[in-house]
């Protein structure tokens, strides 16, 4: 549990000399004991950083039964929400002087997901994280905190799809298509649910609703049938994601149907690329830092801080109907 810098080891000592701090205060930073001032901790994380203090996480692990290890599970780590949210799991972790060990599985079976969380447990992990997780991904029976990133109530994700749903009526839109997510992943129910809270909260007509997969395309394979709600009347189009969003204006755009003057689309995510698409996508945005920061205090049992509202990005795919 120590450096050495000019042939000198670096211990507990050191740090708390250099931080201006006792040993103790050192020892309940860096086992992120909650209750510390946050100027006490950035000195003491200041005075690790200048001593190149190491911890050693196996010699901990001895001396207290936890690995400062937070499981993740995730899915479909290629589409950008998911990736996205690992990496800031892996930044709130190393924020809480903690590391992420992640299993990866793409099966929507239950038996599967169970396997991937018990590997985790195998590991001696002290609580997991869901990313993206299929609807069967268990959250109880087992001897650790396992918690969805977004809450298992997914609240936030129902306000951003609402946020969305709510921009389109006040452009003038009143005759609204759905392109969802897969109905077996708890955030596509998630952003369903948003979809109709506003819808029926504005009196909306929700004439069509189609689900792909997440990727773009499924979005340009859907577009044959928003396509046709178009020309039935269907002024605007809300989709699940930004990568879906992509492929369904691609595919509109095939058909001769013009985004926004011929229908607006409104994505989720604020994918990086969404500003560079083709018109740039109008979407909502989550705030995923705050959510990992979040959801690693509540596998350690801490009380955080809500992350922030999500957040409402308007570009040139919306626009009021002709």
Known sequence: MSGEVGGKRIGVREVA?????????????????????????????????????RVNNAARALGTSLTRTVGVVASDAVLHGPSAGIAALERAARTRGRWISTAYTDSDDPADIDAAVRHLLDQGVDGIVLVAAHGATPLEGYDVPIVPLYGESGARQRDAAALAVTHLAELGHRRV??????????????????????VARLDLALVGRAEGDWSAASGFALAGAVADLVRDGATAVAVANDQMALGLIAGLTARGLAVPADVSIAGFDDNPDAAFYTPALTTVRLDVEGEAAHAVAAVLGDASASPAAPVLVVRDSTAPPR
């Open 177 to 198: 298509v759905e392109v969802a997510g897969p109905s077996d992943w708890r955030e596509a129910l998630a952003r369903t649910a948003g979809v109709a809270d506003a």
């Open 17 to 53: 000399a250099a931080a201006g701090v006792s040993t103790q205060t050192v020892s309940r930073v860096l086992n992120g004991y909650a209750g510390i001032r946050d100027s006490t901790r950035e000195r003491v994380l200041a005075a690790v950083a200048d001593l190149d203090y």
